[in-house]
């Protein structure tokens, strides 16, 4: 296959202001924290320091869980729908009208390719607000009782691999449902979460209906312990979701997790070859793989196995790594220096358990954290790469003879968020989506997503739904969804 070179096409980074340091974001206004000492967050492609970043200490969370409840109790909740829609649909405009901005940034402080962070992430931002500003006035109407109440202050806690798509997918559904938020950002990606603040500024949502608190762990841990905060929401590792879970037991709180996953792509000898290769590829290098419900295990039906192999290495073979901001780069960097060290440790643990590697060829960029796309063929069952989220772009590839043994090694995981099936059969679709325990199945595409579609996981991948009219349910004291 040709591999054309392509000369540079850098978006401009100008049309951000980075600010050189930043406040939190309580009661509608940037303050100083009380205390907690600031850090600093790198672009992950050069490792050069974007901005110093105030760390919320538990008397600034409390202070923003005082603000949220006093825009709950005076303001938020006393608004009606049709009012609070209008707030909402303000917020998905000007997400449009600065989605360059957004996307600059994201890519900027994540190191995710621009590609993705213009084409998916902002535009996905936008239509969830849309979306749910749309069911802000219809909520007695959502098959949730004739009066659903919202729960009060919500606290969220986000990850740093899609930072604005999960504070979207986190306050669109709670504002809607007339609840009021403290949320607080990932460590190493917070500055889009920040210039939304002044997003909401900017829409003149009212003071303490949406606070941000930066930090690290502990200041996620101090929103999900406060005492006045009466729902919490988590995306992140299954590790923190436990401790989550543990924390708030015998509370009244009520908790969503959104966890790790360790999804089966699953392509049978009748699929089209060239589109699983196409979705393999979206499934696992997407986002560098950085992705809760990536296609991490591949799984193929012997009988094509060397044949998807060839094809998939030289597809692999043409994507490009590098500067996240070049319009071309496929593959950006990996989010940050732990990372890239745990994908390496569980990569060499895949070399010692004698699984294959197999990586495409492309030149590193001297600095900044990157890691090539990488096979492993010849995994077992009981290989760790087989079973444990890496969350990086790392594809552990196994096979099978019969729908059964698919079915059966698809299940053998302690996760259950998503999975993918290629077959041209629509019964075999049917069946293999009626017996795989993952929350999400995609036939012949993968990695496609809805605001109005459910998301959410079985087993240790979480529980409680986010999207759709069940994503509101969370948010709402009512009447069960079925
Ligand atoms: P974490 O679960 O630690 O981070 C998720 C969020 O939780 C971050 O905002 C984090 O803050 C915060 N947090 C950390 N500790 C606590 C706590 N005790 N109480 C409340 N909030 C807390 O994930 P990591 O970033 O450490 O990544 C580790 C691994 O987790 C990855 O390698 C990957 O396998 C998996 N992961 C899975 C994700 C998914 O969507 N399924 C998303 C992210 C990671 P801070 O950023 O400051 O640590």
């Known amino acids: 296959m040709t591999r054309f070179e392509y000369a540079p096409a850098p978006e401009s980074r100008a049309i951000v202001d980075v600010r050189s340091s930043y406040g939190l974001f309580i009661d509608g206004q940037f303050v100083d924290p009380v205390d907690g000492p600031p850090f600093k967050t790198v672009n992950p492609a050069s490792e050069e320091v974007l901005a110093e970043v105030s760390a919320a200490g538990p008397q600034d969370v409390d202070r923003a869980v005082k603000a949220a409840r006093r825009a709950y109790t005076r303001t938020w909740s006393r608004m009606t729908g049709r009012e609070r829609a209008k707030y909402l649909y303000r917020l998905a405009r000007i997400v449009q009208e600065r989605s360059r901005e957004l996307a600059v940034l994201e890519s900027l402080d994540n190191g995710k390719p621009i590609r993705?962070?213009?084409?998916?992430?902002?535009?996905?931002?936008?239509?969830?607000?849309?979306?749910?500003a749309g069911w802000a006035d219809k909520l007695e109407h959502a098959g949730l009782g004739s009066s659903p109440r919202p729960l009060g202050v919500a606290g969220q806690v986000i990850p740093w691999?899609?930072?604005?798509?999960?504070?979207?997918?986190?306050?669109?559904?709670?504002?809607?449902?007339?609840?009021?938020?403290?949320?607080?950002?990932?460590?190493?990606?917070?500055?889009?979460?920040?210039?939304?603040?002044?997003?909401?500024?900017?829409?003149?949502?009212?003071?303490?209906?949406v606070n941000i608190v930066t930090g690290a762990g502990e200041t996620g841990r101090a929103v999900v312990e406060h005492p006045d905060v009466d729902k919490v929401a988590f995306t992140g590792s299954t590790e923190v979701g436990k401790m989550i879970a543990r924390s708030v037991a015998g509370t009244d709180k009520k908790v969503t997790l959104e966890l790790g996953g360790k999804a089966a792509n699953i392509v049978f000898d009748d699929a089209a070859l060239d589109q699983a290769v196409e979705g393999i590829v979206d499934g696992i290098f997407f986002n560098q793989g950085h992705v809760c419900c990536a296609g991490s295990r591949l799984l193929v039906q012997e009988s094509v196995n060397d044949e998807l192999l060839e094809r998939l290495k030289r597809r692999l073979s043409t994507l490009r790594m590098g500067d996240p901001l070049d319009k071309n780069t496929d593959i950006g960097a990996i989010n940050s220096a732990e990372q890239l060290q745990r994908i390496r440790d569980l990569a060499g643990i895949g070399d010692a358990e004698g699984a294959q590697r197999w990586t495409a060829a492309c030149e590193l960029p001297e600095r900044g954290y990157w890691f090539p796309p990488t096979v492993f063929t010849g995994v077992s069952q009981a290989h760790r790469i087989a079973r444990e989220e890496i969350f990086g772009p790392v594809l552990s590839v196994l096979t099978f003879r019969t729908p059964a043994e698919a079915l059966e090694k698809a299940n053998n995981t302690p996760y259950g968020l998503s999975a993918g099936v290629w077959t041209e059969k629509g019964s075999r679709i049917l069946w293999m989506a009626q017996h795989l325990r993952a929350g999400v199945v995609w036939a012949n595409t993968f990695n496609r997503f809805d605001p109005s579609s459910p998301f959410g996981g079985y087993k240790e991948s979480g529980y409680g739904r986010e999207g759709g009219r069940h994503g509101l349910a969370s948010y709402l004291d009512a009447e069960g969804l079925s």
């Open 161 to 209: 691999n899609f930072p604005l798509l999960m504070l979207a997918w986190k306050l669109a559904p709670a504002l809607a449902a007339g609840n009021t938020v403290v949320l607080k950002p990932a460590e190493t990606t917070p500055l889009t979460a920040l210039l939304f603040a002044e997003i909401c500024q900017q829409a003149d949502l009212p003071p303490g209906v």
């Open 116 to 132: 993705e962070s213009r084409d998916v992430d902002v535009p996905q931002v936008a239509a969830n607000f849309f979306y749910y």
